[in-house]
């Protein structure tokens, strides 16, 4: 089974910068496709950043070129820059054991329900 764990949330002023990290354990055999999520306070789950196995990134709208996502093995980056109080989100890495051409799909729609396992969350704060 894989275990996701997130660090790197907490709170800082608007325009500030913050980097997430999570790493993923209890998965060998090829590479796992991930991404994150976030979810804001009364809404619902959106995604924000995902990486296919080719390393094609896809950001939601809100926050393209502001975010950068990147992987390096088991490890998944989130970079928050120019931070937005619309940021504010417990944000949640996510992963899947997907095929190369199922991983493409699933990033690109962002797809939520393609991502098998999801860590606990870390929260961003970001106060105006």
């Known amino acids: 089974q894989v275990d996701l764990k997130e660090s790197g949330g907490g709170s800082v002023q608007a325009g500030e910068s913050l980097t997430l990290s999570c790493v993923a354990s209890?998965?060998?055999?090829?590479?796992?496709?991930m991404g994150w999520f976030r979810q804001k306070e009364g809404k619902d789950r959106e995604g924000v950043a995902t990486?296919?196995?080719?390393?094609r990134t896809t950001y939601v709208a809100s926050v393209k070129g502001r975010f950068g996502i990147a992987q390096v093995q088991n490890v998944v980056s989130l970079h928050l820059n120019h931070l937005k109080s619309d940021d504010t989100a417990m944000y949640y890495c996510?992963?899947?054991?997907?095929?190369?051409?199922?991983?493409?799909?699933?990033?690109?729609?962002?797809?939520?329900?393609?991502?098998?396992?999801w860590g606990q969350g870390t929260q961003v704060t970001v106060s105006s």
């Open positions: 209890g998965y060998r055999p090829g590479r796992l496709c």
């Open positions: 996510v992963a899947a054991p997907l095929s190369p051409d199922g991983c493409r799909v699933a990033a690109a729609e962002l797809n939520k329900h393609a991502y098998d396992y």
């Open positions: 990486i296919d196995t080719d390393g």
